[in-house]
């Protein structure tokens, strides 16, 4: 069994991650999955929340990400997010705001905001906060 895994991570935009990684944890559809190397294959829709992986036994790194899909492969995890932020980008007071935001449209219905969506804006922003502060 190979000891490291080839992780790349994109979004329509760009390109996000491209290296080896020891484990990798992500946000499935139907809940969280661990990945390690030698994983059997899959392909996954993804979720929305926080994706983290550490590499070289150091400290895990974190992304928020949105939809989208995974491949898992033994020897490599391939993520194509709709959405995706490394955590130093992302900006945590907004972020917050965000949040505080949604809740308050989910809690008030005179607003006329669906609910579906401002429960899909509260999860993107609970995942970027996770990710920036490294839960």
Sequence with gaps: ???????EIATPEREL???????????????????LPGHAPLVSELGTG???YSAGGGKPRY???????VEVLPEQVRV???????AEE???????RAFQRAQEELANPSLGIDPAVAL???????????AAEGK
């Design 90 to 96: 992302i900006d945590i007071e907004r972020a917050r």
């Design 1 to 7: 069994m190979a000891e490291a895994i080839e992780l």
């Design 80 to 86: 194509l997010a709709d959405l995706a932020e490394c």
């Design 17 to 35: 991650v491209r290296e080896q990684a020891d484990e990798v944890q992500l946000p499935g559809k139907a809940g969280y999955m661990g990945i």
């Design 63 to 69: 992304l928020a990400v949105h939809g989208g899909f």
């Design 120 to 130: 899909a804006a509260m999860q993107r922003a609970e995942a970027r906060l996770a």
């Design 50 to 52: 926080f994706l983290s």
